[in-house]
């Protein structure tokens, strides 16, 4: 089931702080699309699939980004809408000012993206020994650290599942 629209500038900044930037990073799709949307209005599956070749360096076949499930991610939250082959932004009627707001927030989530797939995440000990600099008192305040989105990517959310799959080898999804 399709979400609200994201139709708003203040629906979709919160769209990205919250959706692209909580998410574990695994590929830059999202906010390559919703940026080239951005600037370029509508485009086809195969101009998106195309920018999203470009801007992770040619790394597959560009017909690779025809099959990647960007497009259903962002029409089921609300954020863009297909008319045959040709997808939409549902946001419209923005300022200059607040376009440059949004592909300023996109450039720094795809920016995160880039940094955490070069480093990964911290290891336990590193990991361990950043969250006891916190001197937080229980698990409650390190859900609302991880909420405040003072968390560096470079920690997981869920450190003690991450490490544990880590450790088991659960990890290969």
Not at 139 to 145: D, F, L
């Amino acid at each position: 089931m399709a979400k609200p629209p994201v139709d708003t500038y203040e629906k979709m900044i919160n769209f990205i702080q919250s959706q692209l930037r909580s998410k574990k990073f695994v590929a830059n799709y999202q906010p390559v699309m919703i940026k080239f949307l951005l600037q370029n209005g509508n485009q086809s599956k195969q101009q998106i699939a195309q920018e999203l070749w470009k801007q992770n360096h040619a790394q597959r076949n560009s017909s690779f980004y025809l099959g990647v499930p960007v497009y259903r991610v962002l029409v089921d939250n609300g954020v863009v809408t297909k008319q045959g082959t040709i997808f939409s932004l549902v946001l419209k009627n923005i300022t200059a000012l607040e376009k440059q707001s949004i592909i300023d927030e996109i450039d720094s989530s795809i920016s995160r993206h880039t940094e955490f797939a070069k480093t990964g995440y911290l290891p336990l000990k590193d990991a361990r020994d950043f969250v006891k600099e916190l001197k937080l008192k229980s698990p409650k305040e390190w859900v609302e650290y991880v909420k405040s989105g003072n968390k560096p990517d470079n920690i997981p959310s869920d450190p003690s599942s991450f490490y544990k799959k880590k450790k088991t080898g659960k990890d290969k999804e």
